[in-house]
């Protein structure tokens, strides 16, 4: 317990001692001259007392930072993260490019379900009540709130916010701004993928203006970090000058009032945004943030393909190019500016892998027969693709969660088997074996062999060739449209999709662009698409958004396969309730083990290391962090090296 002000519990305890010495000076009185009222007056006076006590010895998890096993890495007195540099330079400008394959934005608020949101304006113009390390599983630090005390029980978390805490306008950021966010954020008025990421939370009750309490829905571990994660922002936000407030939802194109670093400087068009940091940003010297957020501007030019965004890179308009294909980035990082040293390209090795695939939409009825499914992952010829196209440069996806601790392996374990025994009747009986390898075509395996066992399940689900397509019982052809919005990709899909002709399947490209591709995806209308999964240090709450059965029907669920299943959802519930480390770890293999086994996705493939361009006027820390989103992690960490210092390296 940080020395600044008293726990809740104790002033509740100073109170209950006020009334009971009170009651017990009441007991005396004249009033009370019948025994045995005084009697129960002396007994009731007493048990106040002693609950009083308890609350002042009562056991809490009170602290300055949360750790969701065991204790976190650094100490209270810590002065800044190991992976960022507190003597970097705190100015220059930033050049970035496409922000996650974002092509356009016309939305200011990142929190709604409509609309593409600005490039990393959460990020940059939204604090949460705590910080993330991101060399650790799963720890917090102090950001908008500098302590909190945790339930044994885990029943509950209670903030206390900094007091120096301030809003972009000014205004101190106070418990019932926290409260309007939460709110906010579990309405309908927000986009639904919050609703579920703060599901775990029943409610949130101010305690007084520097404190508020969540209170848990269920005990689980990662439910106070949960809390700590919730961005806060002004309930000004929108305010119209007659003191009145539009709805939420509304709210799409009033720059926010920043509880972050930065603010919106300049916005020319939907393709283009500049941010600069608050000089007035309170945080800034706080031990999470030191060394963070070194650029004096961000500015953001977003192409509607990444061969523009390339050549934009290598005529000195970007900064910073992230490439996401191993084609391009043996091939056309290349030229003047790179032979005098002007760019630099490097590899960083990066945490847990993006599982990327093809998604079958579970809601057509053709991919409801896990034999269909089956086929269709078959026919992915990766091996091929690897050496022919990606030189080399990636791995196979076989897990869910992959590559670490909490993807399954060989033969599940006892732990393992003891969550998967009540539903073996229900479920293929690959899951009890090994570990299921995806499909190979290196000798003595072949795509020819492949196919030809994806046209036997296909014979089994009842699809059979005839009349020159593959058709049901009715005589309907079996028809896929493979939806994308990543021009170049089309290098990838078109030999699966052949593969698929030569079954009798009818498969076709369609490139959208990003906002029509997202209305799409959102009301759950395709068949197949490009996605996936990106990486987190520990699984928890967004196992129920990605493959929880409640989420399968909301619309703009992460649910976009659709999965609906019960036995899926047990193991959700176990890993969300896990009390150690190791009980999480079987309950993930165990789920890992069923939906590898379930055929949800065409896996793909995931690059082991980061693939960065730069302009050598830049630098980043010497200590890596241990998981970090590629973008952010320049955004937030690189910066501009002062003048004559040689350029940073690193491979």
Known sequence: MLPHRKSPKIL?????????????????GKGLMDLSRRLACVALHNTMTVAALALFTMPVHAASSLAQFGEPRYPASFTHFDYANPGA???????????DELQSYDSLNPFLLRGAPAPDIRNLMFDTLMQRSWDELASEYPLIADDVEVQPDLASATFHLNPAARFSNGDRITAADVKYSFDTLTSPQASPLYNSEFSVIKSATVIDASTIRFDFKRAERDAPLIAGDLPVFSPKWGMRPDGTRPPFDQIANVPPIASGPYLIERRKNDKDIAYRRNPDYWAADLPA??????????????????????????????????????????????GENFRNGLLQKGTFANGPAYMRGLLMNLRRPMFQDVRVRHALTLAFDYDWMNRMMFYDQYRRSNSYFDPGSFGATGMPGPKELALLEPYRASLPPEVFGPMLKQPSTLPPDSLRNNLREARDLLSQAGWHYRDGALRDANGTPMSIEVLDDQPGMDRLLLPYMQALNMLGIEAHLREVDSALYQQRLDSFDFDMTTGGYPPVTVPGVELLRRFGSA????????????VHSKVVDALIHAALTATTLDDLEAATRALDRVLVNSYYLVPEFYAPNSRIAYRSTLAYPSTLPKSYHDPDWVIDYWYVKPHGVAAAGHS
Do not use: H
């Not at 965004?309 to 992230?322: Q, R, S």
């Open 12 to 28: 509740v305890g100073f109170r209950l001692l006020e009334k009971a010495a009170k009651l017990g000076s009441n007991c005396q």
């Open 551 to 562: 989420a399968a029907s909301e619309v703009g669920s992460e649910n976009t396969v659709g």
């Open 289 to 334: 943030r030191r060394g963070m957020f070194r650029f004096g501007r961000i500015s953001f030019q977003l192409f509607f393909d990444n061969f523009g965004l390339l050549e934009a890179f290598k005529a000195g308009n970007i900064d910073v190019n992230i490439e996401g294909s191993a084609t391009i980035w043996a091939r056309r990082y290349i």
């Open 89 to 99: 330079p705190a100015d220059g400008t930033l050049n970035f490019g496409n922000y």
